[in-house]
């Protein structure tokens, strides 16, 4: 039976309404929008802190801005906190470990050495800094105070300097590198000679008091840093200190150079008196020990340091009327007067005018009183010296600041005689004082170290006067001429340094006065007196190689500016220029300049150096053109 055909058409899902379509619609709408929430991997501190939502952003995020709350964060760009708190951990185990280190190094160290150290921590707030230069010196020189305290003979130094010195004070806390004795003798022969002229601008009283006192951090005039500086100085001229350096195997003078640039360091360079003299002694060692072009930031370090402290306000903040600030007013006018002078003589080495200028400050300082004050030292203590020299030092350096300026502006010979005029003014203000002087000079009260320093610096500023006046002018009233009393001023420098060598320990810094003698004497080797001086003189400047290296390159400049003048070294002087090691010639360590010489300026000018740059030529440009011309034609 066949089915019967589908009549109906297939049914269909029911369309629905316009209005169901409308009602369903307003249901999706109104159902809540399900938002992905950004995670931040790492809050700042005050969000999380206040456990609120914080977008990470750097370096402030919206929260604190918003708030105007300063927004920091204790990890790195990029680094989640897990990793910023292992990182910090491993830091704070690294520093216990060195924590532990230096106790254990309090614990078992010699005593000395442990109140070193301890002496370090308390004026410092670093103590892993204080371990560190314990590490340097242990590298430098294992175990120093072992060795030196083990050995008789380094002991039996140490006693003889204590016996021989006139200021007897500790060598602790303010270094560890030589005992009491040592400590002592250096100390005294500084304030001995080179206090009394050169290096004017160190307190004796104050200094002695708080270095006695021995205590770091209430020292005001005193520090480790000047007292190494001092002894790195001193250790030049000390045979007694050659001896201890032979027996431990040192060279002392670089050991306390070196403790001294530790000190400086560790302390931060702090800006204070005795950081200011400290610079200034670390530049003339360094340049006594050849080393010249890397000590001078130590001078100019000393300047700016002079700036910054502005003594000359705080002494005009001082009531003159108050006894409680009388040694104030004393300290501060001796530095500023002191350093003064110390820069007179230095710039005098490059050619230029001092960097710093006189003070306005009243030159309070009484020679009598700091002489004869009670210090507690022997009845004879520091009587090798002349009164008055610090008052001549400070106005020679004054009519010397005015030489140096008026040649930076004139270096050269006007044709309408104004400069020649300027010139003969400055030298009768010059014979003025030399006259004033004659009872230093004479030598009344027997020979000082003063009084040949204080004759020094005369013929230095004469020099300067007449550095580029023909040899055959006259001063006006004055009948030598520049050539012979050129060759005065030379004679009487050599009768002073003579005296000194015969009486007192040979000064590295007779060799530059020795060196500037020879330089003016060149020009005039074709007359006999001429040459007998000079032989004397060059005697003497090889006299003083075994104290500083840096004679050598004075010999050579000297050797040098005779070859650039066509003259002959003396067949009696040859001796003295021999065995000069020229292998360092081309590195010369010393940039002091030459007397100013037309013919040499000539020469190097020729070879591409500026004639007209400067008041003086670079003794090593000079020398390493010599050098090089030697080899040439040899």
């Given at each position: 039976?066949?089915?019967?055909?589908?009549?109906?058409?297939?049914?269909?899902?029911?369309?629905?309404?316009?209005?169901?379509?409308?009602?369903e619609g307003?249901?999706?709408?109104?159902?809540?929008?399900?938002?992905?929430?950004?995670?931040?991997?790492?809050?700042?501190?005050?969000?999380?802190?206040?456990?609120?939502?914080?977008?990470?952003?750097?370096p402030?995020?919206?929260?604190?801005v918003?708030?105007?709350?300063?927004?920091?964060?204790?990890?790195?760009?990029?680094?989640?906190?897990?990793?910023?708190?292992?990182?910090?951990?491993?830091?704070?185990?690294?520093?216990?470990?060195?924590?532990?280190?230096?106790?254990?190094?309090?614990?078992?160290?010699?005593?000395?050495?442990?109140?070193e150290?301890?002496?370090?921590?308390?004026?410092?707030?670093?103590?892993?800094?204080v371990?560190?230069?314990?590490?340097?010196?242990?590298?430098?020189?294992?175990?120093?105070?072992a060795?030196?305290?083990?050995?008789?003979?380094v002991?039996?130094?140490?006693?003889?300097?204590?016996?021989?010195?006139?200021?007897?004070?500790?060598?602790?806390?303010?270094?560890?590198?030589?005992?009491?004795?040592i400590?002592?003798e250096?100390?005294?022969?500084?304030?001995?000679?080179?206090?009394?002229?050169?290096?004017?601008?160190?307190?004796?009283?104050?200094?002695?008091?708080?270095?006695?006192n021995?205590?770091?951090?209430?020292?005001?005039?005193?520090?480790?840093?000047?007292?190494?500086?001092?002894?790195?100085?001193?250790?030049?001229?000390?045979?007694?200190?050659?001896?201890?350096?032979?027996?431990?195997?040192?060279?002392?003078?670089?050991?306390?150079?070196?403790?001294?640039?530790?000190?400086?360091?560790?302390?931060?360079?702090?800006?204070?008196?005795?950081?200011?003299?400290?610079?200034?002694?670390?530049?003339?060692?360094s340049?006594?020990?050849?080393?010249?072009?890397?000590?001078?930031?130590?001078?100019y370090?000393?300047?700016?340091?002079?700036?910054?402290?502005?003594?000359?306000?705080?002494?005009?903040?001082?009531?003159?009327?108050?006894?409680?600030?009388?040694?104030?007013?004393?300290i501060?006018?001796?530095?500023?007067?002191?350093?003064?002078?110390?820069?007179?003589?230095?710039?005098?080495?490059?050619?230029?005018?001092?960097?710093?200028?006189?003070?306005s400050?009243?030159?309070?300082?009484?020679?009598?009183?700091?002489?004869?004050?009670?210090?507690?030292?022997?009845p004879?203590?520091?009587?090798?010296?002349?009164?008055?020299?610090?008052?001549?030092?400070?106005?020679?350096?004054?009519?010397?600041?005015?030489?140096?300026?008026?040649?930076?502006?004139?270096p050269?010979?006007?044709?309408k005689?104004?400069?020649?005029?300027?010139?003969?003014?400055?030298?009768?203000?010059?014979?003025?004082?030399?006259?004033?002087?004659?009872?230093?000079?004479?030598?009344?009260?027997?020979?000082?170290?003063?009084?040949?320093?204080?004759?020094?610096?005369?013929?230095?500023?004469?020099?300067?006067i007449?550095?580029?006046?023909?040899?055959?002018?006259?001063?006006?009233?004055?009948?030598?001429?520049?050539?012979?009393?050129?060759?005065?001023?030379?004679e009487?420098?050599?009768?002073?340094i003579?005296?000194?060598?015969?009486?007192?320990?040979?000064?590295?810094?007779?060799?530059?006065?020795?060196?500037?003698?020879?330089?003016?004497?060149?020009?005039?080797?074709?007359?006999?007196?001429?040459?007998?001086?000079?032989?004397?003189?060059?005697?003497?400047?090889?006299?003083?190689?075994?104290?500083?290296?840096?004679?050598?390159?004075l010999?050579?400049?000297?050797?040098?500016?005779?070859?650039?003048?066509?003259?002959?070294?003396?067949?009696?002087?040859?001796?003295?220029?021999?065995?000069?090691?020229?292998?360092?010639?081309?590195?010369?360590?010393?940039?002091?300049?030459?007397?100013?010489?037309?013919?040499?300026r000539a020469?190097?000018?020729?070879?591409?150096?500026?004639?007209?740059?400067?008041?003086?030529?670079?003794?090593?440009?000079?020398?390493?053109?010599?050098?090089t011309?030697?080899?040439?034609?040899?």
């Open positions: 039976m066949s089915s019967a055909p589908n009549r109906y058409r297939p049914l269909l899902p029911l369309a629905p309404s316009s209005t169901q379509s409308q009602r307003e249901l999706v709408a109104q159902q809540p929008t399900i938002r992905t929430r950004q995670v931040t991997a790492v809050a700042c501190e005050p969000c999380r802190k206040k456990k609120a939502k914080c977008d990470g952003l750097r402030a995020c919206d929260r604190c918003h708030n105007g709350i300063r927004c920091c964060y204790s990890t790195g760009i990029g680094e989640s906190r897990t990793v910023a708190l292992k990182k910090q951990n491993a830091e704070l185990k690294d520093e216990l470990s060195q924590l532990k280190e230096l106790l254990n190094l309090l614990r078992t160290r010699p005593l000395d050495d442990a109140a150290i301890l002496n370090r921590i308390r004026i410092i707030n670093d103590p892993i800094a371990l560190q230069s314990v590490r340097q010196a242990e590298i430098l020189l294992p175990n120093p105070l060795t030196r305290s083990q050995s008789p003979r002991q039996k130094i140490d006693t003889e300097a204590m016996n021989s010195s006139s200021i007897r004070v500790p060598a602790r806390p303010w270094t560890t590198l030589a005992g009491d004795g400590i002592s250096l100390v005294t022969n500084f304030f001995q000679n080179d206090h009394g002229y050169l290096v004017p601008f160190i307190h004796r009283g104050s200094f002695i008091r708080d270095m006695k021995q205590s770091i951090g209430e020292s005001l005039y005193c520090s480790p840093t000047l007292l190494n500086a001092m002894c790195a100085l001193k250790c030049l001229t000390s045979q007694r200190v050659k001896t201890l350096g032979f027996l431990t195997g040192q060279n002392m003078a670089e050991r306390f150079l070196d403790e001294a640039k530790k000190q400086l360091e560790i302390e931060g360079c702090r800006e204070s008196i005795p950081t200011l003299n400290a610079l200034c002694l670390m530049y003339l060692t340049a006594l020990l050849g080393r010249d072009r890397a000590g001078v930031m130590y001078r370090a000393a300047y700016e340091m002079l700036k910054r402290l502005n003594l000359e306000k705080r002494f005009t903040k001082l009531d003159p009327s108050d006894p409680e600030v009388a040694e104030m007013r004393l501060l006018s001796k530095t500023l007067w002191g350093l003064f002078c110390f820069e007179s003589r230095m710039s005098y080495f490059y050619s230029e005018p001092s960097l710093v200028r006189p003070p400050v009243p030159n309070l300082f009484d020679e009598r009183i700091e002489l004869y004050e009670n210090l507690g030292e022997p004879t203590a520091l009587r090798i010296f002349t009164p008055g020299v610090f008052k001549a030092n400070c106005a020679l350096s004054e009519l010397f600041y005015a030489i140096m300026t008026f040649n930076t502006m004139n050269v010979i006007d044709n005689g104004a400069s020649s005029a300027k010139r003969a003014e400055l030298y009768t203000t010059l014979t003025e004082l030399q006259n004033s002087w004659k009872p230093i000079l004479q030598m009344g009260d027997g020979f000082t170290a003063q009084i040949c320093y204080l004759g020094n610096h005369i013929s230095e500023a004469a020099f300067s007449m550095q580029i006046l023909p040899p055959d002018y006259h001063f006006p009233g004055h009948t030598r001429s520049i050539k012979e009393l050129c060759i005065d001023y030379c009487s420098d050599s009768k002073l003579e005296q000194f060598m015969k009486s007192l320990t040979p000064d590295p810094l007779l060799g530059r006065a020795l060196f500037v003698s020879l330089s003016i004497l060149a020009p005039y080797l074709d007359e006999p007196k001429v040459k007998i001086l000079f032989v004397r003189n060059s005697f003497m400047l090889r006299a003083c190689l075994p104290i500083t290296p840096m004679v050598k390159v010999l050579k400049g000297v050797q040098a500016t005779a070859w650039s003048l066509r003259k002959s070294i003396p067949v009696d002087a040859r001796q003295y220029f021999q065995d000069l090691d020229e292998a360092g010639a081309t590195d010369l360590p010393v940039s002091f300049s030459l007397p100013h010489s037309n013919e040499i020469l190097l000018s020729g070879e591409g150096e500026d004639g007209d740059s400067g008041l003086g030529v670079h003794l090593s440009t000079l020398v390493s053109r010599w050098s011309l030697s080899v040439d034609q040899s």
